[in-house]
């Protein structure tokens, strides 16, 4: 549970920057110009936060994201063998 709460936080938090850099897009200015690049920065740093954190619950294997994607066979697979028209 408090795996969902961090994810969803750093999400809003990247929301919130982005939506803060297009306030100083909009007003414009010198000042206002230095408030985008700072805001888009900490946009960049927080989304390559969150991929990281993803990764890493991942591989630990706090978080499972193979299993609903790509389902995994515990069986292994009979091999069969084919023999072509020749008998080999």
Do not use: C
């Not at 897009?25 to 888009?40: A, D, F, I, P, T």
């Not at 990281?52 to 091999?79: A, K």
């Amino acid at each position: 549970m408090w795996v969902k709460v961090v994810v969803i936080i750093l999400m809003l938090a990247i929301l919130f920057s982005l939506f803060r850099g297009l306030f100083f897009l909009n007003k414009g200015g010198e000042e206002n110009s230095r408030k985008l690049v700072k805001s888009l920065s900490w946009r960049i740093g927080l989304s390559l936060l969150l991929f990281i954190v993803v990764m890493l619950l991942d591989h630990y294997g706090v978080l499972n994201m193979r299993e609903g994607v790509l389902p995994v066979e515990t069986t292994p697979e009979s091999t069969v063998e084919t023999t072509d028209e020749s008998g080999r």
